[in-house]
T-cell receptor, first 115, second 114 residues
Framework: LAKTTQPISMDSYEGQEVNITCSHN???????ITWYQQFPSQGPRFIIQ???TKVTNEVASLFIPADRKSSTLSLPRVSLSDTAVYYC????????????????FGTGTQLKVEL | EAQVTQNPRYLITVTGKKLTVTCSQN?????MSWYRQDPGLGLRQIYY???????DKGDVPEGYKVSRKEKRNFPLILESPSPNQTSLYFC?????????????FGDGTRLSIL
């Protein structure tokens, strides 16, 4: 079972870059790493996903080292509206041919952005 | 609009009174899943379904039932609700259960069992 570990909370100020690291020592060969953002009383929202090296989209970057045992979500120049819980998700890697696939969320990181 | 729809959004009920939370998606997704969210515990998976008539337990299945008779619907059933099932529930769907498929979440159902 590929569990994840993240910091419980982080604080930042507007305009700064924020890096949140997720540890996933037991990641399987076929697993992708996915990050979600969640605001209070809303469902999680997909941010970014990657398999290895670096992925960048319009809102974030994801850095994955060669051993894939961790990943870092990078949010450039955060604003107050980035205050949310961020979840790192790694699949169990069974795949459609393996008889089942249970996706497990980590504990999440509460990011608080201040002025 | 592509979406996952849960009903009801809020429900207050009493111990032992059977209830069903419906979940429907219009994206033709094969994989659907239920989560509960409690303070300090994050999101925990209750049940998931790989496809029609295929369901399996997640991390916290006790006290819950599910069914997947149609691809678009995945209701969550509490046969005899108890106060420890008071929680915020989310339904999610994705194209498949592989981890390279992002999950789409509903807006949540807040259940209070008295």
């Amino acid at each position: 079972l590929a569990k994840t570990t993240q910091p419980i909370s982080m604080d930042s100020y507007e305009g700064q870059e924020v890096n949140i690291t997720c540890s996933h020592n037991n990641i399987a060969t076929n697993d992708y790493i996915t990050w979600y953002q969640q605001f209070p009383s809303q469902g999680p929202r997909f941010i970014i996903q990657g398999y290895k090296t670096k992925v960048t989209n319009e809102v974030a970057s994801l850095f994955i080292p060669a051993d894939r045992k961790s990943s870092t979500l990078s949010l450039p120049r955060v604003s107050l509206s980035d205050t949310a819980v961020y979840y790192c998700l790694v699949g169990d890697g069974y795949g459609l041919t393996g008889g089942g696939n249970k996706l497990t969320f980590g504990t999440g990181t509460q990011l608080k952005v201040e002025l | 609009e592509a979406q996952v729809t849960q009903n009801p959004r809020y429900l207050i009920t009493v111990t032992g009174k059977k209830l069903t939370v419906t979940c429907s998606q219009n994206m033709n997704h094969e994989y659907m899943s239920w989560y509960r969210q409690d303070p300090g515990l994050g999101l925990r998976q209750i049940y998931y379904s790989m496809n029609v008539e295929v369901t399996d337990k997640g991390d916290v299945p006790e006290g819950y039932k599910v069914s997947r008779k149609e691809k678009r619907n995945f209701p969550l059933i509490l046969e005899s609700p108890s106060p420890n099932q008071t929680s915020l529930y989310f339904c999610a769907s994705s194209l498949s259960g592989d981890s390279n498929q992002p999950q789409h979440f509903g807006d949540g159902t807040r259940l209070s069992i008295l």
